[in-house]
C-alpha cells in the first residue's frame, strides 16, 4: 500500500509552508534523511528531510505553492516496491519531522538530590522499525559522529532521541549534571490558575484608496517570509502597547577584553563579538528581572513566566529578518554563546535553519550597530513582552573624576509590554544590563 507523508503540525502556530524547491523526482529511490523537500514557513526557509527510505511514486506539490498542514507532499510507493526499506504512515513521518507530538508515554523519572534522573534501564536499545523520532540537528548530528538512530536509547519526550543520547551512544562527554541542577532547582510547581478577564483587542483596517488617480503605480507580490512579517508585527503593534527606554553603557573595557582575546577565541572554534556579551548580560539580568522572560496570556489574564532562558537574535538575510535562538544562555560561558551565535547565523543564512533553531525564544536582541544609526524603537517579537535594540558604538567625550575622557559607549533601547511592566521596572532592568555590560570580568567569569 502507498504511503503519504503529510506536512505535520509545525507548531507555534504555523499553519501553513510555501514550498520553494522540490529535491527529487517521481520513480527516485530515497534514503531515509535524504533531502526531500524546502519550505519556507513563516519564520524561515527550512530543508525538509525525508521520513523514509523507498520509490517516490507521486509528487503532489511544486514550487511556489502554499500548503496547509494535513496537506499530502509526497507519496511513496509500498514497501515491497523497494527492498529492504521501511514505508511509515503519514503519521509516522509528521512525527519524525515534529517530534514534539507525542509517539508514546513520557518515561518515568525520579527526583533524588535535586536532579532529575530516568527510571529507564541504562541497557543499550534494541534497533526499532520505521523512522526514530528525532530533530533535523540530531540526526545531522548521528550522521557526523556515524551513530545508528535504530540503536540508540531514546531519553526525550514521547521517545524523541535528544543530541545527550547520540552524544552518549557515541561515547561522548553528555552535559554535565553540573547544568542540570539548576534547571531542576527552578522548576518550581505551577500555581493555581486563577481566572482572568480576556482584553479587547479588536481593530479594522480602513480601505485604501485609488492610487491610479494619481499616476503609475505597480503591484508587487509579498514573499511568503515577508508577508509573515508584516502579519506579526502588525499583531504585535496592535495587540501590545510598547514602550521604550533609553540608555547608555560604557563598553570601553569591554571592548578591549574583545580584542585582546579574538586570536585566543577563534583557536577554540569561536569569533568573539560583542553580540555574544550582549545576550549574556540579558541572560543574567532577566534571572532577576523575570517579569521580561514571560508572555501575557490575555484571555486568561494571567503572565506566564518561564523559567529557562532561550534568546533570539534578529539576523538580517536577503529575504527578510529572521530570528533564530539560542538556548539556556544564562547557563553557558560567553565562549560557547560566542561558538554557537556564529554557527547559527551562519545556519540562517544560508538558509539551513530547521525549525527547532526557530522555536521557544523567551526575549530578543536585535544589534544594528554594524549598520549605523544612533538609536532605534524596535518591535517587540510577540508572544514576548520585551526586545532590546542596539545602535553603534561611538567614542564621546565623559567626565571621569573631574577628568574629560574619551569612552566608548553603547546606545541601548529597551521596548516593552506595557501591560506587564511599568517604566521603573524598565529602567531597573536595562541597568542590569547595563551594569554588566559595564564589569565585563564578571561576564568572562565561566570563560
Known amino acids: 500500500m502507498a504511503r503519504d507523508f503529510r506536512l505535520p503540525d509545525l507548531g507555534e502556530g504555523l499553519t501553513e509552508a510555501e514550498i520553494v524547491k522540490v529535491l527529487v523526482r517521481e520513480g527516485e529511490v530515497i534514503a531515509e534523511d535524504a533531502p526531500l523537500l524546502e519550505v519556507e514557513t513563516d519564520k524561515a526557509t527550512v530543508e525538509i528531510p525525508s521520513p523514509m527510505s523507498g520509490r517516490v511514486e507521486k509528487i503532489h506539490v511544486e514550487p511556489n505553492q502554499t500548503v496547509k498542514v494535513g496537506q499530502v507532499l509526497v507519496t511513496f510507493a509500498d514497501a515491497g516496491a523497494q ?57 545531522r548530528l548521528a550522521r557526523e559522529l556515524g551513530v545508528d538512530l535504530q540503536a540508540v536509547r531514546a ?43 480576556p482584553l479587547a483587542t479588536h481593530v479594522t483596517e480602513p480601505p485604501l484608496p485609488n492610487f491610479e488617480q494619481w499616476g503609475t503605480i505597480e503591484r508587487q507580490p509579498l514573499s511568503h517570509l515577508r508577508r509573515t512579517i508584516a502579519e506579526r508585527m502588525t499583531l504585535s503593534a496592535t495587540v501590545i502597547p ?17 580584542q585582546r582575546n579574538l586570536e585566543t577565541a577563534k583557536a577554540r572554534g569561536a569569533t568573539l563579538t560583542l553580540t555574544a556579551f550582549l ?16 508572555t501575557l496570556d490575555a484571555a486568561a489574564g494571567q503572565l506566564i513566566v518561564k523559567r529557562y532562558v532561550h534568546l533570539g537574535v534578529a539576523v538580517a538575510t536577503e529575504r527578510g529578518l529572521i530570528v533564530p535562538v539560542l538556548r539556556d544562555v544564562d547557563e553557558k560561558p560567553v565562549l560557547d554563546v560566542a561558538r554557537e551565535l556564529g554557527a547559527l547565523a551562519q545556519r540562517v543564512r544560508d538558509g539551513k535553519a530547521t525549525l527547532d533553531d526557530l522555536r521557544g525564544g523567551t526575549f530578543t536582541i536585535t544589534n544594528i550597530g554594524a549598520l549605523g544609526g544612533t538609536g532605534a524603537v524596535p518591535i517587540i517579537n510577540y508572544p514576548e513582552v520585551a526586545i532590546l535594540g542596539v545602535a553603534r558604538a561611538r567614542q564621546e567625550p565623559v567626565v571621569r573624576e573631574g577628568r574629560i575622557e574619551p569612552r566608548l559607549l553603547l546606545p541601548l533601547s529597551l521596548t516593552f509590554d506595557h501591560r506587564v511592566a511599568d517604566g521603573a521596572d524598565g529602567a531597573r532592568f536595562a541597568s542590569a544590563i547595563v551594569r554588566r555590560l559595564e564589569r565585563p570580568e564578571r561576564l568572562l567569569a565561566d570563560w
Do not use: C
Request: net charge neutral.
Open 83 to 139: 527492498a529492504g526499506t521501511g514505508t511509515p504512515s503519514g503519521k509516522q513521518a509528521a512525527d519524525t519531522l515534529d517530534p514534539t507530538r507525542t509517539l508514546a508515554p513520557e518515561p518515568r523519572t525520579t527526583v533524588q538530590d535535586g536532579r532529575a534522573r530516568q527510571a529507564a534501564p541504562a541497557a543499550p536499545a534494541p534497533a526499532r522499525p520505521g523512522p526514530v523520532p528525532a530533530t533535523p540537528a540530531t540526526r
Open 155 to 197: 531519553t526525550g519526550p514521547g521517545g524523541r532521541v535528544t543530541d545527550d543520547d547520540v552524544l552518549a551512544a557515541a561515547g561522548r562527554v553528555v552535559s554535565a549534571p553540573t547544568t542540570a541542577a539548576p534547571r531542576a532547582a527552578r522548576a518550581e510547581p505551577a500555581a493555581p490558575a486563577t481566572p482572568g478577564k
Open 242 to 258: 510598547h514602550v521604550t527606554h533609553f540608555d547608555r553603557a560604557d563598553i570601553t573595557e569591554l571592548d578591549a577584553i574583545i
Open 279 to 294: 545576550l549574556k548580560a540579558a541572560a543574567l539580568a532577566l534571572g532577576e528581572h523575570p517579569t521580561f522572560n514571560a
